[in-house]
Antibody, heavy 123, light 107 residues
């Protein structure tokens, strides 16, 4: 079955750019039935949706992060990526990539998740 | 943004108990409501999508109901492996938003 795996630096300095990649295995990344998303969770806190990308390359970002976020997809590598610029300590969190299901008239839940990767912002 | 609230924020229950968690949206989200279970150190796992559809592989003791602004997740007979935190999430419109979570622990 489809599996997702996040990768990237675990430590990022303040004001720098956080970059993570999610690799899709065991299935296709090109199906139009899905969207590909990033979600984060600070330690001991709740879940925050960061944004999503379709295989067309079209994106949708959380307005709270929109000015700093870029999500991209590389179909040939079966990967999608997150870049978050100008990071601060408030961006320290576990970052998850996830696959979401698209319905005919809207979005459904995220049915496959990566294990998560911890990113700490510190000098 | 659509705000999601959950009640209670935590509850203590015994194995075999019937448990109900409530989720409310700040505006109508039709049936675009999903429920997740998260255990410590693990990624969330979807239990229910579209308010009442059981995700494949999820035990039938989990059920969801509701539409519009009010939703419930019910565990008919709590099992030991169900002790976790539960989140609701609306997928009606972006930005997708999650409820603050309900922690279910052992009485």
């Amino acid at each position: 079955q489809v599996q997702l795996q996040e990768s990237g630096p675990g430590l990022v300095k303040p004001s720098q750019t956080l970059s993570l990649t999610c690799t899709v295995s065991g299935g296709s990344i090109s199906s139009g039935s899905y969207y590909w998303s990033w979600v984060r969770q600070p330690a001991g806190k709740g879940l925050e949706w960061i944004g999503l990308i379709y295989t067309s390359g079209s994106t949708n970002y959380n307005p709270s992060l929109k000015s700093r976020v870029t999500i991209s997809v590389d179909m040939s590598k079966k990967e999608f990526s997150l870049r978050l610029s100008s990071v601060t300590a408030a961006d320290t969190a576990v970052y998850y990539c996830a696959r979401g299901v698209r319905g005919l008239t809207g979005y459904y839940g995220m049915d496959v998740w990566g294990q998560g990767t911890t990113v700490t912002v510190s000098s | 943004d659509i705000q999601m609230t959950q009640s209670p924020s935590s509850l203590s229950a015994s194995v075999g108990d019937r448990v109900t968690i409530i989720c409310r949206a700040s505006q109508s989200i039709s049936s675009y409501l999903n429920w997740y279970q998260q255990k410590p150190g693990k990624a969330p796992k979807v239990l229910i999508y579209a308010a009442s559809s059981l995700q494949s592989g999820v035990p039938s003791r989990f059920s969801g109901s509701g539409s519009g602004t009010d939703f419930t997740l019910t565990i008919s007979s709590l099992q030991r492996e169900d002790f976790a935190t539960y989140y609701c999430q609306q997928s009606y419109s972006t930005p997708f938003t999650f409820g603050p979570g309900t922690k279910v622990d052992i009485k």
